[in-house]
Structure formats: C-alpha cells, structure tokens
C-alpha cells in the first residue's frame, strides 16, 4: 500500500499564493511515501514545504519554474507500476492525447502524469493510463476556464491502482475515486 | 510456640536450609549460609497449604517418579513430634545424601517397580560430585516431564511441581510446557488438536480483520462485489469517476474514516519497530539483518500491533516486546512442525495470558490503585520487610533505595532485563508453574534477588545499591535464587497474627 501524491502547477507566487487551506489542512506529514510534481511551483519555498510532506520528492521542470536543474521528464518504478512524468508544455498540442500516447511509449510506462493544462483528466489509452492532476491552487491558465484546484492521490497495492481526485469546488473539497488494474498482458517488450 | 507448628512446618523446616549449604560447591554467592534472619522468618510464618510438599523441589521429582511408579514411601521416620527438638542443620546433610544414592538407583533401575524406602543415612564428609547429580536429575526432570504430558489426563499440579524445578531444553518440552502451565492447552491430551485449531483459526480471522491495511480492505470489497467494474477498464477513454462514501480517502480527517484508523496506529507501529529492533540485540534470533531475525521481528510486530488494537486502553507500552520474547522464542524452537508454522498464533494467545495479571501495571493512570504497579511494589516491599527486617531496614530507612527505583522494571517486565536469556527462561518455569499465580512467585523472586545480594546491599550506600539492584549480578546462582524464592513466607498478613 504505497501513497503517491501527484500535484502541480501551483505557480506560486506569479498566480497563487498558497495552496487553497483546506488542502494543506489534509495533506500532513507522515501519510504519503512519494510525491510526484509536474512542474512550475515555481519558488524553491514550495518545493522546501512539499520536501517537509515527504523525503521522497519528484519534479520535472515546467516553463515558468525558477530552479533550472530540474529535468524534462522523470521515470520511476512504484510497485508494479512504472510511472512517468513530464510537465506536458512540450507535447504539442497541449493536452493532445495521441501527442501524449507517443511520449507514454517513449518512456515506457504504464502510468504517465502530466499538467500544464491546469484542467484534470484521467484517461485510458492504448494500455496506457495517462493522469492530469490540474492545478493545486487553481491558478489561471491561458488555455483552460473556471480552473478548479485539485490533485491526485494514488494507492498503489501490488497490481492495483486506486486514484483519488481531490478538487475543491465551490469551497468543499470534492474526492472521487477511480480504480484500475494492470493487466500483466499490456506491456509486451517490442 | 511449639503447638503452633504443624507437623509440615518442622519437616519443611528441616530440610530446606540444608540444601543451600549442600549445594556450596555448585554456586559462588558469599551469600552461602542462611543467614539467622531467614531462618527467623521462616519459624514465625507458617507457609500456606503445602502439606502435599512433602519435600522440597528438588527432590520433588524424585518423589513424584515414585510415586508414579506406583512405589511407597515411607515417610513416618521424619515426622517430629511437636515440642521435639530439631536437629542440627550440617552441611552435607541426609537429604543430598538420600537423593544422590536414590538418584543412582533411579537411573539404572528406571521402569522397575522395587518398593523404595527413604532410608535414613548417617551424616558423611563426602558427597557425590555434583555434575554427576546434576546430570542424573535432569534426566529425570526430562523423563518425569514427558511422562506427564504424555499422559491422557495432565495432572496439573504434578505438571507445576515438575516444571518449577527446570525445565530441560531441547524436544520442545518447554514448549508444551509452557502452553500447559498458561492453560492455552486444556489438561485432557484428546482436546488438544481440536483446541489448537481453534485458537488458531481465531487467530488468523483477527488477524485479517484487525491488522488489514485500507486497500486492501477496499480491493477486498470490490471484489465481493459484481465484476461490472471491469468492463470500464476493457475500453479506452476516460476513466469513470466513482462517488466516495463516509469520507473514505487517504487523507481524511475524519475519525470514522477506516484511513484516518489506520495512519493513528503508524505511531505505535514505528514505537515497535524501534523497541523490537533493540529486543536482545545479543542474540541473532531477535536482532540483525538475516531473514530469520526479520521474520521473526514481523512475526513479533504482528503480535504486538494486534495487542494493541485490540486493548486500545493499554494500546502498546515500550517493554512488552521483552516479555513477548521468551514465549516467541521458546514456541520457535519447537522441533514440531505443527507448532512451528503457528508460533505467530501461539505466542499471541500466550502472551495475552502471561499478560493478563499484569496488564494493570502497564497502565498509567491505573499506578496509584490497588492493583497498579505501586501497589505491587508495596507488596514486595512489605514481603522484604517480613522475610528481612534488617535487609529492609538499611534499604529502605538507612540509605533510601526505595523499590520504586529498582523493582519497576523487575516487576513490570518479569524479570526478562535483568537475567542472561537461558537464566530468563529458567526463572520463567518457576513463574509460570508457580500453583498461586505468576504475581506471587514473581514478587517472592525479587524479594529473593535482594536477599541472595543482602551482604553487599548492607555494606553500600545509596548510589552503590541502586547501581548493584538496577545491574542485578550475572553471577548468580539461579537454582539457589529459585531456592530461596520459594522458600520465603508469602503471606504478609500472617505476620500480626504470629506476633
């Protein structure tokens, strides 16, 4: 049973200046083994508070982030699961979800974790699971309107995938859960 | 006075101080004679019903064999008439003689059924090497013991008797033992495997129950369900988002939340790691990095966690991983393949019973009643004073070594600190088979601690004695402590009315 956090683009301080208060009221230390973030946070205080939540920290680098070692894409290996991770403003068109199969076969991974369209998607795609955890803070976005905050939380149990969405609409913060399971058949070596 | 002593009182009287001084070659504690004091204490209190004993333990199992045996003893000679004055206590006394001779007769002649009388024999200089004696009764203790649990009926009384004087290691005699004396076994041999089915069946239920994480909990739901859900993932497309009932994700703050359950316990979960990690880090069994020491560390951790759910008052107190570790490690070491595969669920059931008295000392706001830990400890200091005015005196008036300073972790976790681990398990067959509770025996124990170091004690000051009590001596002679434990007066109560 292995606790993921997936989050990003929080840009803060351009856009946001905090996460909304009732999800740093949930996040606590202690809880999550591994954190994964797409990428524009964009501050090194962000990514020293995302450190106090867990050790075990994963960034890729966004356009506007201002720590310029982080990399283009990140893959690590959870469980069963091989988890990718890019920002996702450099698969053109943005949000394009055949672009993003093609980076998902690139990496070789099973999960794939994108933002930068600030918008969540969940999408199964030719075996492949490609996540969107949105915006953290809701900040705005040239391509997406009415962004509501959210991000993921994925529990990952041997071959078994379960993803909670947290989003904060009108104030509450809504969780909805999707599960998914990976079939040993869905990544044959070519 | 003489008409106050039953005629148990004077037999008992006689033979159990010689013991000490017949057994001077085998132990090098200056603390060798009896000093005048204990004997005091054992002419004013008469010890509760033991007129059974006849003799003290170590000859125990040579009287029980023969009584097996289905042999007479004729023990008319040693009966004293009351107001007839006692002999002389001497070093090499009759009793040693009488067991070493019976002994060697006992060992050749082990099935035959020849009437023995305890013959009364003339005081001698010599005496039998010890090894040899020691050797002879430890092959009896073995063959009384299998003898005893072989039998369809246990006599657990005869079982208690046998297992205080030592039982030997190896065969997963101690094992059986053990189980037995804490009544996990039932005394009928017929019941047995049904008995342990059960528990064990009990136990892996709770197991699954209590100690599953979340996810699993969750998976486990999913599947009890339809299989509708897996259509959704044969299809490419986005996912289908499912509504969360009563709050059930990771992060919830919710108490009702089976999460928020969950992640309260990872404090306690990591208290005993760390406390199992440090458990006899001596011994390979328990400590390192092999698969072995692991497996036994989750086996342990398993346990404990379970405790802990289950007794959300006490949850779990930092030194019941010590007392876990004698019973887990006895029942691993059981050659029988059978108990071998269920020692998770074995040591649980017995850890809870060897727990049960005690539990209350565990808990804190329970220290000030009557059955907290300090009132424990006033007990003990009380069976001090009554067994050694003079020892109690000097500790508790002269140089203010209260109990509460040294007899804590003696009382609250057995004993398991302060012995090398052989001598722990050794001193626990005498807990364990002691007829009136485990508590009894083990405050009898500690008083018995302070008296075999008491010329040391007496000569110290404040820091030297707490130093000595809370380092208790390696050196000590176990079956001589054992000795003396069991020979000291339990009953407080009937000092006012002797006097």
Known sequence: ?190 | MSELWGRSRNRKQCWSPSLPNSTSCRFNSAESSPSPSMIKGKLKLPAPDRARRVFPDRLGSLVAAFDEKGNEIDVSEFELEPGEELEPIQPGGLGFHRESDDGDEAADDDDDDKERKIRQRPIKDSFTPVSVLRFISEEEKRSDLEHEISQREINLEKLQRIASAGIPDGGGLRATAWKLLLGYLPSSHDLWDKQLKENRQKYANLKRDILRNPSEHIWKEYEELSSTRWEDNDVDGPLRRHEISHEDHPLSLGKSSLWSQYFQYTEIVEQIDRDLERTHPDLPFFSGESSLSRKNREAMKNILLLFAKLNPEIRYVQGMNEVLAPIYYVFSTDPDKQNAENVEADSFSCFVRVLGDSVDHFCQHLDNSSSGILATISRLSDLLKVNDEQLWRHLELKTKVKPQFYAFRWITLLLTQEFKFETILRIWDTLLSNPFGVQDMLLRICCAMLLCVKNKLLSGDFVANLKLLQHYPDDINVEYLLQVAKDISPDTSYYCLSL
Request: some cysteine; charged content about 20%; hydrophobic content about 35%.
């Open chain 1, 1 to 190: 049973m292995v606790l993921v956090l997936a989050l990003g683009d929080l840009h803060i301080p351009h856009r946001a200046p905090d996460l909304p208060a009732k999800f740093k009221s949930m996040l606590v230390p202690g809880k999550i083994q591994h954190i994964i973030c797409t990428g524009n946070l964009c501050i090194k205080e962000i990514h020293d508070y995302l450190k106090t939540l867990c050790p075990d920290l994963h960034i890729t680098r966004g356009e506007y982030d201002e720590e310029t070692k982080y990399p283009e894409t990140k893959t690590l290996t959870i469980g069963q699961f091989k988890l990718g991770l890019c920002h996702g403003h450099q698969v053109i068109p943005w949000g394009d979800l055949d672009s993003l199969a093609m980076l998902q076969r690139q990496l070789d991974v099973d999960i794939l974790v994108t933002g930068h369209t600030h918008q969540f998607t969940a999408y199964k795609h030719e075996g492949g699971v490609v996540i969107n955890p949105g915006s953290a803070t809701g900040a705005y976005s040239s391509i997406t309107y009415d962004v509501n905050p959210s991000f993921v939380l994925m529990d990952i149990d041997g071959l078994r995938v379960v993803v909670y969405v947290y989003e904060l609409i009108d104030g509450e913060v809504k969780v909805d859960k999707i599960d998914f399971k990976k079939t040993t058949t869905s990544h044959s070596a070519h």
